[in-house]
């Protein structure tokens, strides 16, 4: 038996590239998977149940997602657009004080729904504290004061997290009573059957009665934040985007290099 060296030498150099060639594709094929499915993780996207489409028509939520964000406690750009906002707020109600302020057809959705719950509307009274006690807007902190400054131009029901402490799924649902939670005061809550609440893996992270929780806060190391809208019947769409466009406009007051990931409106 005649064995021709050469041949078996190119066979093994052959085999080696071809081999060398799959494993250049199977990492491609590992680094391309890993990349996409740590892509996914990043993604909000916002679960709505069937329960609370049925229970709330015409209703709509929203979702800005911002990302590379820095969250200082003050800002001169900033401070500047909020004192431009009070300004406006107590210009506007100068006259009509008190009653023009609960006249405003957002404010008015959003009465109808908390009269539901025997409960007043706490950005009214926010409103109402700014246009005619001459108070300030509140400086916590950059992300949260854009944040306050867009949700008393506009009356519309803001809530912030930190989306390094949420854990997906983020669902929207409808309360059963049943649901609990604890709140920025720190006192566990339990929720009012009917209404309206946002939950990620863990558990409520915010509900249009109770406000946010403790849990995933908007802090000073926060670098990619969410925030979400909450908009009862009678309040648009257009109303929602309008707003948190604001909002995003403000962070970028300060976060120069933030980009916007997610900004939705989910209705009913």
Do not use: C
């Not at 680094?31 to 015409?58: C, H, V």
């Not at 985007?241 to 962070?251: G, R």
Request: hydrophobic share 40%; aromatic share 8%.
């Amino acid at each position: 038996m005649i064995i021709n060296f050469d041949m078996v030498i190119i066979s093994v150099i052959t085999m080696k590239f071809n081999l060398n060639k799959l494993y250049i594709h199977l990492y491609i094929f590992i680094a391309y998977n890993a990349q996409y499915m740590t892509n996914n993780e990043n993604i909000i996207n916002l679960e709505i149940t069937r329960e609370w489409k049925d229970s709330f028509p015409g209703a709509s939520v929203g979702v800005l997602v911002m990302r590379n964000t820095v969250n200082p406690k003050n800002n001169p750009d900033l401070d500047n657009k909020m004192k431009e906002i009070e300004d406006e707020i107590r210009n506007n109600f100068s006259e009509s004080g008190r009653e023009g302020i609960r006249a405003l057809p957002t404010i008015r959705s959003y009465t109808e729904y908390y009269k539901k719950f025997k409960k007043t509307y706490h950005v009214m009274l926010q409103l109402e504290s700014v246009a005619l006690k001459n108070r300030n807007l509140p400086r916590i902190s950059a992300l949260v004061s854009a944040m306050f400054a867009a949700e008393l131009k506009n009356q519309l029901l803001t809530a912030g997290h930190d989306i390094s402490k949420l854990q997906r799924p983020i669902v929207l649902n409808i309360a059963t009573g049943n649901e609990s939670y604890t709140g920025m005061n720190g006192k566990v809550q339990n929720l009012n059957p009917d209404d309206m609440f946002i939950s990620d893996n863990v558990g409520v992270i915010s509900s249009i009665i109770y406000g946010p929780d403790n849990r995933t806060p908007i802090t000073s190391d926060t670098t990619d934040v969410m925030f979400t809208v909450y908009g009862p019947a009678g309040i648009s769409t257009e109303q929602i985007k309008n707003h948190l466009e604001d909002i995003s406009s403000y962070v970028k007051l300060v976060s120069s290099d933030a980009v916007i990931d997610i900004l939705e409106i989910y209705s009913s």
